[in-house]
């Protein structure tokens, strides 16, 4: 710390991180930045190898930054036309469920379809049937299943909550009676994750299934969806 000479007003913190970007667009999407907060600590996510931006964008966000329902709107339309709305991250969706639903019952008014990319947590964080709340506003849920078994999605995304592997493949079965397009995803070549088996379990649940790369966007940040 430096030294403050009597006399001397010391001026407040201030933070000089760029603001967290709540809209952005990659190619003919918008993705929408709600929270950082999460329900896994993934060992291939960016955020914890320090890395916080996503197709230059800075995405990390402070709790007291996390966005009304009014800004992610006013976001979402300054980026002007696109082919599809996601709530995506640094973080979870689902952890702010009532305002990404309430942004996107607005949102819904463009036409413009509407996709939740999700851990599959919401209704054991919430305790509730969280994806029937989905039904009429979210066009597509995509669900990171990450792994085909228990052992392999508990080394590698270390869920913070006991059960969430049953818990996130019950949701995914729970979002077929009220989201049209259900998609399982893991990420491709990852060691120990079984793609192939990946695939049966989404065909078993009648979902689709995507192999997702974990690709660098900027040679500096990855892109994780
Ligand atoms: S990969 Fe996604 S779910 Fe996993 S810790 Fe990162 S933001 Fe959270």
């Known amino acids: 710390m430096g030294m403050v000479r009597t006399g001397q007003v010391r001026s407040p913190a201030r933070d000089s991180r760029p603001p967290p970007a709540i809209a952005y667009r990659i190619g003919d999407r918008v993705y929408l930045n709600v929270t950082s907060r999460c329900t896994l600590r993934c060992r291939f996510c960016p955020k914890f190898q320090g890395l916080w931006t996503v197709a230059d964008r800075a995405l990390r966000m402070p709790i007291s930054r996390e966005p009304s329902v009014a800004e992610i709107i006013a976001a979402a339309r300054a980026q002007g036309p696109c082919v599809e709305y996601v709530f995506c991250g640094l973080g979870e969706p689902t952890l702010r469920i009532a305002t990404v639903l309430a942004a996107a019952s607005v949102l819904r008014a463009t036409g413009i379809p509407i996709r939740l990319n999700t851990d599959g947590l919401g209704s054991l964080v919430h305790g509730r049937n969280v994806a029937a709340e989905l039904?009429?506003?979210?066009?597509?849920?995509?669900?990171?299943?990450?792994?085909?078994?228990?052992?392999?999605?508990?080394?590698?995304?270390?869920?913070?909550?006991?059960?969430?592997?049953?818990?996130?493949?019950?949701?995914?079965?729970?979002?077929?009676?009220?989201?049209?397009?259900?998609?399982?995803?893991?990420?491709?070549?990852?060691?120990?994750?079984?793609?192939?088996?990946?695939?049966?379990?989404?065909?078993?649940?009648?979902?689709?299934?995507?192999?997702?790369?974990?690709?660098?966007?900027?040679?500096?940040?990855?892109?994780?969806?």
């Open 135 to 225: 039904d009429g506003l979210i066009d597509r849920v995509s669900i990171s299943l990450n792994a085909a078994d228990e052992a392999s999605y508990e080394r590698w995304c270390r869920p913070r909550r006991p059960d969430s592997y049953p818990a996130m493949l019950a949701f995914a079965a729970a979002c077929r009676d009220f989201v049209p397009k259900v998609t399982l995803s893991a990420v491709a070549g990852l060691a120990g994750v079984d793609i192939a088996a990946c695939a049966d379990i989404a065909a078993r649940l009648n979902v689709e299934f995507r192999a997702r790369p974990l690709e660098s966007t900027d040679g500096r940040s990855f892109r994780v969806r």
